[in-house]
């Protein structure tokens, strides 16, 4: 018997699989920690920056827990690199986190917030001399990246007279590619053993501990664990042929948050490794190579992302709607790249913050710059929202507030929801004042009118 004839019907889907464009928008999250969004924006207006204090001391317990259930002596140190907010900086010191540092600007901003000078750990491949002038002075530690470091301290040691007490940077082969081998000295050509081989011979630096740093969001936990075996095994090695006794082992940091790289399909809070799976493969592999040093050392660690990025929250609003030429949808929001400087390799979570259409296109989200790469998202399921509706990007905690650009717009206020749920503004919104307090106008560019040159 033939079947009557039905048409074809298409149903838009508001839940379901991953695809390549990522979740489907569906849902909608109105509030940060109980803080309604609406009044976040009526008070601060848009675009904002939220951090969640819970959840910074929820991540920090969590990361010093594992390690320190699996080894006896741990030191996390906060990387001021990844987020130098001073209320972002506090909350880590009281949590017990020491200062990690890359340029005198961060050193002296750890200063500013009453963190002990040995306590800090100066790191990154320039250090201006009077930098570690003060560093030594203040006891700091500090990770020599490079022979100009090196004899600077040695001529400071001189003029002392009395030797330095300092790490040194290692890069090594850690089966990450590309490695990063532009920072400290390299361990499997023998430039690392030489170098601290010359430097031991003239008693002026004293070599405490090995760091290392071998990138950034590893997926491979194994990874660290062969580091911290290169690691350890150097230090026997300089200890029965230089008589050095290691003190400390800083492997850096590196660890992904929950945030999806462009290159993967499935989201990363499902599938990037836990700060557990790193900590059992480093604590195991270190208490299995306690006889290549004198006594166990101290492990440091520098995790900055890992602890910080899902704290952060950019609310943004929609200023725009409009079809492409390919007919494609596109909505322009009053936040982009210049804020947004992780979204060049994440696929942030985006969710509207008040109820909308069940309908959903693959559109494109813009931000407001006058620049085509002011790209959000290039692709995302997403309902057509109007003008003055809000979205919550998520999570943004790590390097957006110490990489953002003022470029064509003012950089937003940051608010800190604290555990009670209270909000406080821990940086203003930026205003011309401000941006215009270090420029100057020489004189003869005040004058109201120019005589023209007449011509010859």
């Known amino acids: 018997m033939k079947r009557e004839y039905q048409k074809p019907r298409i149903s838009p889907h508001t839940e379901g699989s991953m695809n390549k464009f990522g979740h489907a928008s569906g849902s909608y999250k ?49 990387s001021y690199k990844t987020n130098y907010l001073d209320a972002i900086c506090s909350i880590f010191h009281q949590e017990g986190s020491w200062a990690e ?69 290692i890069n090594l082969d850690a089966g990450i590619y590309p490695a990063w081998t532009r920072f400290g000295f390299n361990l499997e050509n023998e430039s690392a053993f030489s170098t601290i081989a010359k430097m031991h011979s003239t008693g002026k630096l004293r070599l405490k501990g090995l760091h290392c ?53 499935l989201p990363g809070s499902q599938t990037n490794p836990t700060i ?7 604590c195991d592999e270190l208490m299995a190579r306690t006889d290549c040093f004198s006594s166990p050392p101290l492990l440091i660690l520098e995790t900055g992302r890992a602890l910080i990025d899902d704290a952060g929250y950019l609310i943004s609003s929609v200023v725009g709607a409009k079809r492409l030429t390919d007919g494609t949808p596109s909505l322009i929001l009053d936040a982009g790249v210049n804020l947004l400087f992780t979204s060049t390799w994440y696929k942030h979570n985006i969710i509207p913050a ?78 011309l004042e401000y941006m215009t307090m270090l420029e100057s106008i020489p004189a003869h560019l005040k004058e109201k009118k120019h005589k023209a040159k007449p011509r010859k």
């Not at 959840?55 to 317990?61: A, G, L, P, S």
């Not at 557990?276 to 480093?282: G, L, N, P, Q």
Request: glycine residues 6%.
């Open 101 to 169: 540092v890359v340029s005198f600007f961060e050193y002296e901003k750890a200063m500013r917030l009453g963190v002990p000078g040995e306590k800090i750990i100066f790191n990154g491949p320039y250090k201006p001399y009077e930098a570690l002038k003060l560093a030594v002075k203040m006891k700091s530690k500090i990770n020599v990246d490079n022979m100009e470091e090196i004899f600077n301290l040695e001529k400071l040691a001189a003029e002392l007279h009395k030797p330095i007490d300092v790490g040194i940077r």
């Open 276 to 282: 557990d799976e790193f900590a059992k493969v480093i």
């Open 213 to 265: 740093h071998i990138g950034t969001f590893i997926m491979e936990p194994k990874a660290y664990k062969t580091t911290v075996q290169k690691l350890a095994l150097f230090a026997k090695k300089l200890k029965d042929e230089l008589a050095i006794k290691i003190e400390y082992i800083d492997i850096g940091g590196g660890f992904p948050s929950s945030n999806t790289l462009h290159t993967q399909y």
């Open 354 to 431: 008040q109820p909308h259409s069940e309908f959903l296109e693959n559109m494109v989200l813009f931000g407001p710059l006058c620049m085509n790469i002011d790209i959000v998202r290039p692709h995302i399921q997403f309902p057509s929202l109007s003008a003055g509706e809000q979205v919550l990007i998520h999570p943004v905690g790590a390097y957006n507030v110490t990489q953002w650009m003022q470029f064509i717009q003012y950089r937003p206020a940051i608010v800190l929801i604290d555990e009670n749920g209270k909000h406080h503004q821990v940086r203003a919104k930026e205003d």
């Open 30 to 78: 109105d509030s940060i920690d109980g803080v309604k969004v609406s009044s976040l924006i009526k008070e601060f207006g848009s675009p904002l920056f939220v951090f969640s204090e819970r959840t910074v001391r929820d991540k920090y317990r969590q990361a010093a827990g594992e390690f320190s259930h699996k080894y006896s002596r741990v030191q996390f140190s906060w």
